[in-house]
RNA sequence: GCGCCUGUAGCUCAAUUGGAUAGAGCGCUUGGCUACGGACCAGGAGGUUCUGGGUUCAACUCCUAGCAGGCGCACCA
């Protein structure tokens, strides 16, 4: 129920019409018309701009043109209050109140307002976090873990099919650094040896300690005198136990995967192997040296004779090494091979959220997805930018030497999980982010999550008074309220609500939902503060009653509210 | 040197995927609580959308050449 979408297919009707009655021409395509939400100042409902888009082909100015279109429209709408012409040539529509009572009736018990009705629902895989299983999250994961499960939950609110995937890189010489942190810290403990903290290599963090404790206490029958015969067990063991502290980590972000898939298993099943013999036949692979790069000083740099993959073939700078001198695989192919058992399960569209430290990765990580799918948008990746901390109205920046990490768990026990959730969500994925600890917490309009979630519990507070229930369906068979233009101006609102999810839905940008929420939230505060002067604004009248017209005007508030908190993963409650 | 992201009010950011006189919050300033929840609201001041070209009825948006900041640029992950 997109009113902007249905009155546009109204338009292209009725000049497809027009044009068989030979009152005008059209262009060869209809694509530019568009019906939009006008700007607040003109009053009016609706605008669409066909006049201007038709002017060329009916060789009329955009003025004359639109002036002839609108009294096309006008007289096959009854709805229309008033039709005014503007100045560059937009056709300025303004409907009278059954327009909007016949609008309120089509949404107010309607579960999913807002919703596409997709006629193919695709199947989306969204690859997110797949942080290193070396430890805890921090803060630096949060952002790209919400992004990637709000983006989850719009794609699952427009009726797709969608699988969310962590990516578990338990292979490779970090996991090895890792074990062997894992087993110094038991042989600390067991053998009372020091454990070298100045080794850079070496993990050093505290929950290494309990890691190490939790495995002694768990696997009596070890004997951790000899490294090399327990390092396979213990990886595994090691990889488990920081597997348990993420997803804990993940649970306090109200966060949680389908599926963890190990890079160890890919390349154990000879994935790798696979998919580098699948490019090879199709000659995207060669023997070759990588030149170093030009401006940055390296005088280390050798140049070998490696496995390559072409993806300057797909417009990446240089092309990408598959194995190490070695032999062994390097971190790309066996990311590739993981990618090549997505392709390998018929997702229609792959989607990865990385952080803004690995954005360099994307062009070649997409140039193998194409060369293995021959689709060029199967993967999309999207990035993250940086969270800049400020503590105290201080930059605070977190270092691995100082063990001053903020991770997870103490972020969500000081601001918690919405308001976390809410302040990362509220910026576009695109733009550096400040996240101010004394503003997150604050209980003021200087937090948008308050102003919001205030919204709803004042609503809620109306039905509590007159001892309704929020959820209830609304019965009310009678839609010919007398809405007053304050009234009409949330219901503007709310009819742009579908428009908001679609385009957030289609660019992947969820910042648009707490925008779009903001407003709508300061629409009814200021709708309830006219209550203030006015009593006919008031929802409650002195016999502590409601009329029908209120009830649906808070309802709907209420339910947009509801749908657009519950895609981002914060609550609503009744009372704050 | 190359790639990606960003540049909009004093500050932090939006802008319906090319629309009209570019909008919010903070800060500044003037007002509003005997009140359905003041965690709120109404008004005012504040702009050459980084710069120069181009595309068209129309450019913050697209193209192009620059400038500035961030991130990245090995067989690490």
Redesign the pocket.
Known sequence: MNI?EIYLEKILKLIKLANEDNLLELPENLS?V?V???????N?D????VG??L??ANNKP?LEMAEMIANIIKKNDDQIEEIKI???????LKFKIVFWNNFLKSIINKNNYGSKKVDNPKKFLVEFVS??PTGPLHVGHCRGAILGDVISNLLKFNNHNVTKEYYV????????YFTKSVYLRIREILYKEKFPIDDKDLYPGDYLIDIAKNLIDQNKDINFNNFESISNELTRLSVKESLKLIKFNLNNLGISHDNFIS?ANIVKNKEVDEVVEKLKKNQFVYLGK?K?????E?E???E?E?L?FKSTEF?D??D???????Q?????AS?VAYHNTKLKKNFDILINIL??????????ITSAVEALSGEKNKLICK?G??V?LIKDGKPFKMSKRKGDYITVEDLINEVGKDATRFIML?????????FDFTKVKE??????L??V??CY??I???F??LNKNINDEISIVNFDFNYSEDEVKIFKKIS?WP??V??AT??L?P??IP?YL??L???F?????????DKT????DQNNE?EDS?IVLLKIISKVIKNGMNILGVDT????
């Open positions: 902007f530019g568009n939009d939400i006008p700007p607040s100042k003109f009016c609706m605008s669409t701009n201007m888009v002017s060329k955009p503007e100045k560059p040539g937009f056709i300025n942080a290193n890189n338990d292979f490779g010489n970090q996991i090895l890079e990588i170093a790069p030009e401006g940055e390296n280390n740099w050798v070998r490696q390559l417009g700078d240089k990408r090494a598959l194995q190490k001198s070695d062994s695989w390097t971190y790309f990311d952080g803004a430290d690995h954005a360099g990765y994307i062009k070649r990035v930018q940086l800049k509220n910026r576009s994925n695109d733009v550096e982010l400040d209980k003021s309009k200087d937090n948008p308050y102003y979630q205030y519990a004042r809620s507070s109306v509590r008074n742009q428009t908001c679609e385009v289609d660019k940008e910042h648009r925008v903001y407003e939230s300061s629409e505060h200021a709708y309830w503060n006219m209550g203030k002067d604004k008031r929802f409650i409601i209120k409650p009744d009372k704050m």
